[in-house]
């Protein structure tokens, strides 16, 4: 029943559109992820209008420089006429077809092509759906699938690290490891299982050991899960390159060669989840690449269309894909989505668009080592513990004592205030916790990202007066 004690606005706009006319609509009828909606409804959303480049505008006028890339994802930045103009044109010439009934598009088969030819070693068969978390959820009926196929249907748990982020559909929010995604959800499923420390040196590295002794003892944490659970019951084992939502954790030396060598001695599937560290955000084409191992599957999204449309892909070995392709039963799987042909002609030129313009490459390096310079330089104001990075992510932890690295309490106010001090002085960034997350648009200039840090400073200035 519609709610009768209020009437709905009316949603032909009026002449002059404004800021709150907008939000009358967005309080009325839109529930937000990752909100507490009475409070996000009394204070009222913030409302984007346009974006160009690496700025955007709210409906006030505000220009922001997106420290963010939206959701990690806008790997080419705002406005692209070729991609608006490739998107157009696919969607005269066909709007939509499926890939059931035996069918594809030729966009779909290209796009394939493409990726293949970019993932490391032989992960060359495609599957296509519309968002990371489908396509982590297609990735495990894929696992379950092929070790049924191989006659080990008993393996069938997939290991996870805590503070891991995978997606928020029942599966993917099951792999990710943060309490806050399971509790009111009563999950995981009890097929995911999650392991501690998670790899990140900075925070749970313990006095007097070395990274490469945290590197052991990290990846001993998954070597006791295996022989717990038992390697004939373990799947597969999961990872994000570089940790991302959970708080930016880049993986200390040694890290990912040992998760390997583990895997391969059990015999437990090697999984790289590369929403987030794929299409060049840590310098390569995946994040794999940047760390020297070698998954069996690779998930990815967000920067395959530099958030331009949705769509998402889930790369296989040729063991595993040999093994699904020649079996006698029908894979019953798929998406009304799976292989969109227009967001595949947008994939298209946005990969192409990433070479054209050297984005992976000596111009990438460089933009890359001048973001990470500029970004070390933080380290000089009172508020900032640490700084660390890869690629085009880097991370500003907030501190109360730079000595002990001892956190402002309760943990996470000081994240909250500086975030919002960055919408104030008109740049991006994420909070979790006490860090604050940057990941630009890859086709950032060297002079954005001075303009960038001056916003930034200026944010932490203005957190630690308040603090």
Request: aromatic content about 10%; proline content about 5%; hydrophobic content about 40%.
């Amino acid at each position: 029943m519609p709610d009768q004690t209020r009437p709905a606005p009316e949603t032909d706009a009026p002449d002059g559109q404004t800021t709150q006319y907008w939000q009358s609509l967005d309080n009325a009828h839109h529930l937000h992820p990752f909100t507490v909606h009475h409070a996000l409804r009394a204070q009222n959303p913030r409302v984007i209008s346009h974006g160009k480049g690496v700025y955007l505008w709210d409906t006030d006028g505000h220009r922001i420089l997106d420290g963010m890339a939206g959701l990690w994802c806008t790997q080419l930045g705002y406005g692209v006429d070729a991609l608006a103009d490739v998107a157009a044109e696919a969607m005269k010439t066909l709007s939509y077809y499926n890939a059931f009934f035996q069918t594809t598009t030729p966009n779909t088969a290209k796009l394939s092509a493409m990726i293949a030819e970019r993932t490391p070693a032989d992960l060359n068969q495609i599957f296509f759906a519309s968002s990371g978390s489908e396509a982590n959820d297609s990735a495990i009926k894929f696992i379950w699938y092929y070790w049924n196929l191989k006659g080990q249907p008993q393996k069938k748990a997939i290991i996870s690290r805590m503070r891991s982020y995978h997606g928020t559909t029942i599966a993917a929010a099951s792999l990710t490891g943060l309490d806050s995604m399971h509790d009111i959800f009563d999950l995981p499923l009890s097929q995911m299982h999650h392991i501690e420390p998670a790899p990140h040196y900075y925070e749970y590295g313990k006095s007097g050991e070395s990274e490469a002794a945290f590197s052991e003892r990290c990846a001993q944490a998954l070597e006791d899960k295996i022989l717990e659970l038992g390697p004939d019951n373990v799947a597969a084992f999961i990872g994000e390159p570089v940790m991302g939502a959970g708080g930016l954790m880049i993986p200390p030396t040694g890290y990912w060669q040992k998760i390997e060598a583990i895997c391969h001695k059990y015999n437990v599937l090697l999984w790289s989840d590369e929403v987030i560290c794929g299409f060049g955000r840590t310098g390569h084409w995946f994040g794999c690449e940047t760390y020297g191992f070698t998954p069996d599957i690779i998930t990815m999204a967000k920067g395959l269309s530099s958030g331009y449309v949705p769509i998402s892909a889930v790369a296989l070995n040729e063991e595993i894909a040999a093994t699904i392709a020649n079996a006698e039963t029908e894979m019953a799987h798929g998406f009304t989505y799976s292989g969109h042909p227009v967001a595949c002609a947008v994939a298209i030129r946005n990969i192409e668009l990433i070479e054209e313009m050297d984005l992976i490459g000596p111009r990438g390096v460089e933009t890359s080592a001048y973001f990470q310079a500029e970004v070390a330089k933080l380290i000089d104001h009172p508020l900032v513990g640490q700084t660390r990075g890869v690629g085009m992510l880097a991370a500003i932890e907030l501190v109360q004592d730079k000595a002990t690295q001892e956190n402002y309490q309760p943990e996470g106010r000081a994240g909250e205030i500086c975030r919002d001090n960055c919408f104030q002085t008109g740049v991006i960034m994420r909070a979790v916790g006490d860090a604050m997350f940057l990941s630009p648009p890859l086709i950032i200039s060297k002079s954005e990202i001075d303009e960038m840090i001056a916003l930034i400073r200026e944010s932490l200035d203005l957190t630690y007066a308040q603090l």
